[in-house]
T-cell receptor, first 111, second 113 residues
Framework: ETGVTQSPTHLIKTRGQQVTLRCSSQ?????VSWYQQALGQGPQFIFQ???????GRGNFPPRFSGLQFPNYSSELNVNALELDDSALYLC??????????FGAGSRLTVL | GENVEQHPSTLSVQEGDSAVIKCTYS??????FPWYKQELGKRPQLIID?????GEKKDQRIAVTLNKTAKHFSLHITETQPEDSAVYFC????????????FGQGTELSVKP
């Protein structure tokens, strides 16, 4: 186990709904990044949180938002779900040497 | 914007042969280049990485080379085994954006026994 845990592992939503995905990062790692991995594609950077503040964002609309808590756990929220949001959502914990360790992901299906 | 191109998209080799996967990056400020292995339904796992201050790094059967001038880096797997079959992703990031990896499109490696 990498120490990065994500929940839920799988979920199904319908268009227009909202979803919250959760991540517990590796002990001592105060930086977390979120990625979207569509089927057959490489992961795409959504955003990064450092000490509870967003400090980097990829090319994703504002309906993708996040939070980081004092214990460095994190949430990814997606509002107004669209069919194209169906993907594996990966959380990564970042070491001081900028090495990313990924969680097992949350697989979201939007119907 | 920043871009990482990866080739080939699929690669099939016989057990015991070598496999080479190549990536090019667009942003000359990139200085960290990890390689991830992702088995079906699993998380990406870091297998090797290289930083821009070195040209080559080796770990048992796996090696990575970096050519900063040409902005490309390659993964070399020797003496391939069936358990090496997976999708491999290269990635790049900059010093002040460590959590923001730009990934290549992936290479599906199949090692036939």
């Amino acid at each position: 186990e990498t120490g990065v845990t994500q929940s839920p592992t799988h979920l199904i939503k319908t268009r227009g709904q909202q979803v919250t995905l959760r991540c517990s990062s590796q002990s001592g790692h105060n930086t977390v990044s979120w990625y979207q991995q569509a089927l057959g594609q490489g992961p795409q950077f959504i955003f990064q949180y450092y000490r509870e503040e967003e400090n980097g964002r990829g090319n994703f609309p504002p309906r993708f938002s996040g939070l980081q808590f004092p214990n460095y756990s994190s949430e990814l929220n997606v509002n107004a779900l669209e069919l194209d949001d169906s993907a594996l959502y990966l959380c990564a914990s970042i070491s001081g040497a900028n090495v990313l360790t990924f969680g097992a992901g949350s697989r979201l299906t939007v119907l | 914007g920043e871009n990482v191109e990866q080739h080939p998209s699929t690669l099939s080799v016989q057990e015991g042969d070598s496999a080479v996967i190549k990536c090019t990056y667009s942003d000359s400020a990139s200085n960290y280049f990890p390689w991830y292995k992702q088995e079906l339904g699993k998380r990406p796992q870091l297998i090797i990485d290289i930083r821009s201050n070195v040209g080559e790094k080796k770990d048992q059967r796996i090696a990575v080379t970096l050519n900063k001038t040409a902005k490309h880096f390659s993964l070399h797997i020797t003496e391939t085994q069936p358990e090496d079959s997976a999708v491999y992703f290269c990635a790049a990031s900059k010093h002040n954006q460590g959590g923001k990896l730009i990934f290549g499109q992936g290479t599906e490696l199949s090692v036939k026994p």
